[in-house]
């Protein structure tokens, strides 16, 4: 019986990597000869194209500025059985790729996300981003659940499955943060493998900023809250208006019961359209968690429209 071999895309998001192109794409056919290679390339100003091209892979351009817009593009224009995602600025092992395709495949799994281990190098992976990286990883496990320890780790193997199912809404560096809260929230099966980081090559730049790319993050993460726990978020903002209306109205209750007058009127107004902002909060989690659910259903439809590649893999 003939075993079929799956196809593999290796995708390569670029913004001016024209230092460290050529690298990835050579590292990568040396490591998966096998596999198709894109590059995406978002507005370089350099010559990253041009670069990437004489190296041998497909160079695509993708005009909206922005990782988010470049995934969107990649997931859609490319058709493949495992699709591998890996930055372009050759920080990360192309002899893993393997690994991460081979678990991807043998475990049944929808995607496999390198974990960064710098080695002792520090100065491979500078302590904000490691600190952020730990900070809003431990704040989507205690909202969404799940057990990852990288997720913003830029090295990724994804099942057709996923990739055909996934939305892609944010824009920017957002994007992983997007990408793990769709394997959880569509429980898929998902696995990680520890891969060497390294440092960018001398006069290339990242294009990382530690303090606003971090924010964006953690807003998206609470974005990613409202809409996917619309109930828990919603009903957290009415049980707060309750408070404070009961807060409000205590004392006008007291005071009614000692004198029978209302003397504080403008204060009892004012805590009953509190407490009828809270009702009304709670009536929108309430109705956004049904459209949520459908949300969901479609989502999983989406997902189990495709179908598993299901021979081994060799790594």
């Keep these: 019986m003939t075993k079929l071999l799956p196809r593999i895309a290796i995708l390569i998001p670029c913004y001016n990597e024209e230092l460290t192109a050529p690298k990835v794409i050579r590292d990568f056919q040396a490591a998966v ?60 092992d192309a002899s893993c790729a393997k690994k991460l395709i081979a678990k991807l495949l043998n475990e049944h799994l929808d995607m496999v996300v390198g ?9 491979n992976y500078r302590p904000g ?8 990883t431990g704040a989507v496990r205690s909202v969404f659940g799940g057990k990852f320890t990288d997720m913003l780790s830029g090295y990724r193997a994804f099942s057709r499955r996923y990739v055909k199912s996934f ?30 980081y390294g440092a960018r090559p001398e006069g ?43 807060g409000l109205i205590a004392p006008v209750v007291m005071e009614f019961y000692e004198t029978g007058l209302v003397r504080r009127l403008p204060t009892a107004v004012l805590s009953v359209g509190v407490m009828l902002s809270g009702l009304l909060s709670l009536l929108c989690g309430l109705l956004l968690d049904n459209v949520t659910r459908g949300r969901h259903e479609m989502k999983r439809l989406a997902y189990l429209s495709v179908a598993r590649f299901t021979e081994r893999y060799d790594a």
């Design 167 to 196: 939305p892609a809404l944010t824009k920017g560096f957002e994007i992983e943060t997007e990408l793990t809260i769709h394997a959880l929230e569509l429980r898929m099966p998902y696995g990680e493998v520890t891969t060497p």
């Design 129 to 136: 981003h490691r600190w952020g990286n730990q900070l809003l």
């Design 204 to 246: 290339s730049e990242s294009k990382l900023s530690t303090y606003r790319d971090g924010f964006r993050i953690l807003k998206s993460i609470i974005r990613f809250y409202m809409m996917e726990r619309p109930f828990a978020f919603f009903g957290i903002i009415s049980l707060l208006l309750t408070m404070l209306s009961i």
């Design 33 to 92: 000869p096998e596999a198709s290679i894109y590059v995406f390339d978002n507005n370089s100003r350099d010559k990253t194209k041009e670069v990437a091209a004489a190296a041998g892979a497909i160079v695509v351009d993708t005009p909206l500025q922005g990782k988010g817009n470049v995934v969107r593009r990649m997931f859609a224009d490319v058709e493949a059985d495992v699709y591998l995602m890996v930055d372009g600025d050759a920080t990360y």
């Design 115 to 123: 974990c960064r281990v710098d080695q002792g190098q520090a100065e």
